[in-house]
T-cell receptor, first 117, second 114 residues
């Protein structure tokens, strides 16, 4: 149980385009989803916390107009990188937490490798 | 400021030997503690957690972790390492109040040598 599916796994696109990444909880309802960015050989950097039906909470230094997050249902959150540039190239990972409480682990997707040419 | 430390960037161990990956934390109250493993180009896989109770927690793939409240540590252990255990390991701490956010350690790369 507790499977999180992230799509796409890899995406390569031209500078200036927008890219949407989906994060789905397959077998549980996720009231809260998290979006992380991971640089090579580094830890995960939390970008934002996404709550179903409300606006996402962004971490300091993360541009909310650049990284649009939508959490329209209890099983789906999306991250859209708008007008992407090469410096946005990174590994993006989502995770989801179910409604049972903070003592339950976050469940992670397999990540999306984004390359901007 | 709250923080999680994984003091070793890399741990090398021979196959069949016991392994330890260290984690200490500086978080107020009684936080919840987690270990995750990451394989190349993959997300994080949950290994085990400590919420309350016995200080020795058993998890997936033969891993266990020892919670020490006085030392604010939560070291990951395995009695006999496998080459397939080679991966990146993250310690995460969830404060017992406030948001559900994790505070992650910087990660430790485990290399098990055949």
């Amino acid at each position: 149980g507790a499977v999180v599916s992230q799509h796409p796994s890899w995406v390569i696109c031209k500078s200036g385009t927008s890219v949407k990444i989906e994060c789905r909880s397959l077998d549980f309802q996720a009231t809260t989803m998290f979006w992380y960015r991971q640089f090579p050989k580094q830890s995960l950097m939390l970008m934002a916390t996404s709550n179903e039906g409300s606006k996402a909470t962004y971490e300091q230094g993360v541009e909310k107009d650049k990284f649009l997050i939508n959490h329209a249902s209890l099983t789906l959150s999306t991250l859209t990188v708008t007008s992407a540039h090469p410096e946005d190239s990174s590994f993006y990972i989502c995770s989801a937490s179910d409604r049972k409480g903070r003592n339950q682990p976050q469940h992670f997707g397999d990540g999306t490798r984004l390359s901007i040419l | 400021a709250q923080s999680v430390a994984q003091p070793e960037d890399q741990v090398n161990v021979a196959e069949g030997n016991p392994l330890t990956v260290k984690c200490t934390y500086s978080v107020s109250g009684n936080p919840y503690l987690f270990w995750y493993v990451q394989y190349p180009n993959r997300g994080l896989q949950f290994l085990l957690k400590y919420i309350t109770g016995d200080n020795l927690v058993k998890g997936s793939y033969g891993f266990e972790a020892e919670f020490n409240k006085s030392q604010t540590s939560f070291h990951l252990k395995k009695p006999s390492a496998l080459v397939s255990d080679s991966a990146l390991y993250f310690c995460a701490v969830s404060p017992a109040s406030g948001t559900y956010k994790y505070i992650f350690g910087t990660g430790t790369r485990l290399k098990v040598l055949a």
